[in-house]
């Protein structure tokens, strides 16, 4: 089993900038990719950003160029930096990894940007 505790959610204004931070513990050798998913109320929940251990990355076309995703494989943690944000990526934002063909997630932190 993996566990993963996400940090570095809150509230923020329109243009600020945010990092979230999501380290997973347990049985983490084996974990190959991981990434970053947010859900709002009624609506099904999306891939923002993931990385593969070799350190491939993949964004949501929404947040290129705003958003980047990292990750420590040491310390078994990967990163969100968001800047510019914008009201519209107010949500819960999921951390996720996949290891041994097994998808794992954490509990989400809430991302609230005002206008």
């Known amino acids: 089993q993996v566990q993963l505790v996400e940090s570095g959610g809150g509230l923020v204004q329109a243009g600020d900038s945010l990092t979230l931070s999501c380290a997973a513990s347990?049985?983490?050798?084996?974990?190959?990719?991981m990434g970053w998913y947010r859900q709002t109320p009624g609506k099904q929940r999306e891939l923002v950003a993931s990385?593969?251990?070799?350190?491939?990355?993949n964004y949501v076309d929404s947040v290129k160029g705003r958003f980047t995703i990292s990750r420590d494989n040491a310390k078994n943690t990967v990163y969100l930096q968001m800047h510019s944000l914008k009201p519209e990526d107010t949500a819960v934002y999921f951390c996720?990894?996949?290891?041994?063909?097994?998808?794992?997630w954490g509990q989400g932190t809430q991302v609230t940007v005002s206008s």
């Open positions: 996720n990894c996949v290891r041994l063909g097994a998808f794992y």
């Open positions: 347990g049985s983490t050798f084996g974990i190959n990719a």
């Open positions: 990385t593969t251990r070799g350190g491939s990355t």
